[in-house]
């Protein structure tokens, strides 16, 4: 009979170490839970000053899962016409989904969740919303022009926003202008698609016997998808 006792000893062994591996399996396939969720995009189109933004069904994008705390994805899907995406047979566990938003540049940045899945359900992730266009990731640095309009010998004759005035955009450290801008109609000028820095924005004047002046406001832009104002309006001479 101590025989038996033996045999019965070892096969509760094996069975209590085949249940602790796997109970301690972690995240991953295998299991009855299952993660699902919806992508939308926010779109930063170019040429758009005020930066206003258009969000959509992220159609035909990539979601990413992470297993725990691995430090690279174990699964991907693709989202359908509506945006969704499912993960099935997973154990229970902590996961990551991800999906990757496009800067101006062209880099990608991810936008990612944690979801907890349990054993026989399905988990709802929040929604991720990842953005693309020209302007995101940038801001824009905007300001008023007047003009003071003067005769050759340096009266002033009338005055007025500055209409079709030339503005330039330097950036701190840098050689020559990155961009240049006419003034509106309304006197407002914008320079669009600026990433964080600091930055001094110009314009030339002349007097009666034309010889040009520069008139110039510095500003920082610290921060991305954010309009900066000049803090006062630049004003010039100009000869009609």
Not at 143 to 162: E, F, L, M, P, R
Request: net charge negative.
């Amino acid at each position: 009979m101590k025989w038996i006792a033996k045999i019965i000893s070892v096969f509760l062994v094996i069975a209590w170490t085949s249940v602790t591996v796997s109970c301690n399996r972690g995240e991953g396939p295998g299991g009855t839970g299952s993660i699902e969720g919806t992508v939308y995009k926010v779109l930063h189109p170019d040429d758009n000053y005020n930066l206003e933004t258009d969000t959509v069904l992220a159609v035909k994008e990539d979601v990413f899962l992470v297993y725990g705390t691995q430090r690279f994805y174990g699964d991907d899907e693709e989202t359908d016409h509506t945006g969704f995406y499912q993960f099935k047979y997973l154990r229970p566990g902590t996961y990551t989904v991800y999906a990757y938003s496009t800067l101006a540049s062209g880099e990608r940045t991810a936008v990612s969740q944690t979801v907890e899945v349990q054993r026989g359900k399905a988990t709802a992730a929040p929604v991720i919303y990842i953005h693309e266009g020209k302007a995101y990731g940038t801001s824009i640095v905007k300001g008023h022009v007047w003009a003071y309009y003067i005769d050759k010998n340096g009266n002033v004759i009338s005055q007025g926003w500055a209409y079709g005035q030339r503005m330039y955009i330097q950036r701190q450290g840098e050689d020559f202008p990155c961009d240049d801008v006419r003034v509106g109609i309304d006197g407002v000028f914008a320079f669009q698609k600026l990433s964080p820095g600091y930055y001094t924005v110009f314009t030339f004047g002349e007097d009666e016997d034309e010889i040009p002046s520069v008139v110039s406001q510095t500003i920082s832009v610290t921060g991305t998808d954010q309009i900066y104002w000049l803090s006062d309006t630049m004003r010039v001479n100009v000869k009609p």
